[in-house]
């Protein structure tokens, strides 16, 4: 199943941990909230300065570190040699990763995570936490068929 969850607010997340809010951490907020794909630094740099021309890439990086580390956001490296950012979802969700495109595309399988239980209480554990990321290329290339 395809995810289509709300975005989180990442601005209401800031307050309510505490966090000082400036003009240009709101304009990255906004930016990373209204987010659809899985941004990397740069690309949020790129979104913000649209917004506001005056907040700095080092502005950004310490911005995205902060919420990072705060819980707000959380990271992936997806095998393309950037950190790429989501907001954290209360509802667990894995990726699958277009290797033409790099499209990012967020799904939930109930008997994915079902199995993963099985398979570590078989080895003797009790799963708390995975990620899983699934890397593709389309079923429409002559070559896969």
Do not use: W
Not at 18 to 28: A, E
Not at 82 to 107: A, K
Not at 131 to 137: D, G, H, N, T
């Amino acid at each position: 199943m395809m995810m289509d969850e709300q975005q989180p607010d990442i601005e209401q997340k800031c307050v309510e941990k505490g966090m000082r809010m400036t003009d240009q951490r709101r304009v990255i907020a906004r930016v990373l909230s209204d987010a659809t794909d899985h941004p990397d630094v740069e690309e949020v740099y790129r979104r913000s300065i649209a917004v506001d021309d005056k907040i700095s890439i080092a502005t950004v990086y310490r911005t995205v570190r902060l919420f990072e580390e705060s819980g707000i956001l959380e990271r992936h490296d997806f095998r393309d040699g950037r950190s790429r950012y989501e907001p954290v979802s209360d509802e667990h969700h894995d990726h699958l990763i277009d290797l033409e495109t790099g499209q990012v595309v967020e799904f939930h399988n109930e008997e994915i995570e079902r199995l993963q239980q099985e398979v570590a209480r078989k080895l003797g554990y009790k799963l708390v936490d995975h990620r899983m990321e699934l890397y593709a290329v389309p079923l429409s290339r002559k070559d896969n068929a």
